[in-house]
């Protein structure tokens, strides 16, 4: 039986918005997550990292702030972050994906603003120590930098207000190979070191995702939408739309970095449940997310490990409902 999501709860009035920095690898369905965050008045979006994935990492940083200009923030600082994994060497951007320009091939002009000085993982610890306010991570690439800034500041661990990310897969299968998740297996030496610290995570993966599909008819409402942001991503999304076409036979995108704005705005409107989390790091399983499961006598790998939230189900249509919805806002 497929789950329902309950009736909206009641919600305090929100005063202070909640501030997130979002690491990214731009990318299409990151741009939707981007401007989703700054069309949302319940977050602040105070910084933008970058990070190998889709692109390469000074690709990325381009589109980054590509992005914001066209959404009138360039305000909005973007730091650079690694340009490989920890360990092993960048296995290569996702050009049949994102397009070679990762924003759908259709070749935006070089950005008028320049990025920060600091690298993404100094940006992040001098943002987070600096603020009043707990800043919350939303990585929705590899997790390289979130690793570096934790191993460079474990302070970090007690300051932070939280890690939401886009990937892993605690049941579902992979989608870059049979067993993991793209984001997780492009450094799993980096997402095993962030699963071990006892930052609060939300991982909003594959059990979830790969069921996030806006369909067309919703992605031809989106391009309806008078803004600049809107009409950016209806530009981008016919490639993106295209190769969901080819792989997975479907009309429309899996919206999977969204997934974690939405878990942001209307965690509500998702069924989750806390599990320990190993990242297998060695052989076919490399990069899987392995939960600890209630039965099992052999729990040695999980001992000592803090609980990780994973989201399971959610109503997925009324989230991509009020998605829309925020990207119509001038």
Not at 81 to 95: E, I, N, Q, R, S
Not at 96 to 119: C, E, R
Not at 260 to 280: D, G, K, S, W
Request: with cysteine; proline share 9%; net charge negative.
């Amino acid at each position: 039986m497929r789950w329902t999501a309950p009736p909206p709860a009641p919600r305090k009035a929100q005063t202070v918005p909640r501030k997130i920095i979002i690491d990214t690898d731009p990318g299409i369905d990151d741009a939707l997550a981007i401007y989703y965050a700054l069309a949302a008045p319940e977050l602040e979006l105070v910084g933008v990292t970058t990070i190998f994935g889709n692109c390469e990492a000074p690709l990325s940083t381009t589109n980054a702030l590509r992005l914001l200009e066209i959404a009138g923030r360039s305000d909005i600082p973007v730091a650079e972050g690694a340009h490989a994994p920890l360990v092993v060497p960048f296995g290569g951007a996702a050009d049949f994906v994102h397009g070679a320009d990762g924003q759908g091939d259709v070749n935006l002009p070089p950005p008028k603003t320049a990025k920060h000085p600091l690298s993404a993982a100094q940006f992040i610890i001098e943002m987070v120590n600096r603020s009043p306010d707990p800043i919350t991570l939303v990585p929705i690439g590899p997790l390289t930098n979130i690793a570096l800034a934790l191993a460079l500041d474990p302070t970090l661990e007690r300051k932070l207000g939280g890690i939401v990310l886009m990937g892993g897969n605690a049941f579902a299968l992979g989608n870059i190979t049979p067993t993991a998740e793209a984001n997780i297996h492009a450094d799993p030496e980096a997402a095993e070191r962030v699963f071990r610290t006892h930052v609060p995570i939300v991982m909003v993966g594959l059990d979830l995702t790969d069921r996030a599909l806006m369909t067309g008819d919703k992605i031809d409402q989106l391009a309806t939408f008078d803004n600049p942001r809107a009409q950016h991503l209806a530009r981008i999304i016919p490639f993106y739309r295209k190769f969901h076409q080819q792989w997975y036979e479907a009309d429309g995108i899996l919206i999977h970095d969204s997934m974690t704005i939405a878990y942001l705005l209307h965690p509500h409107l998702f069924r989750t449940r806390n599990y320990q989390i190993v990242v297998e790091l060695h052989g076919v399983n490399r990069g899987r997310t392995t939960p600890a499961l209630e039965r099992g006598i052999n729990r040695e790998a999980w001992a000592g490990r803090p609980n990780v939230t994973v989201c399971l189900d959610a109503d997925i249509s009324a989230l991509i409902d009020l998605e829309l919805q925020y990207h119509a806002k001038p």
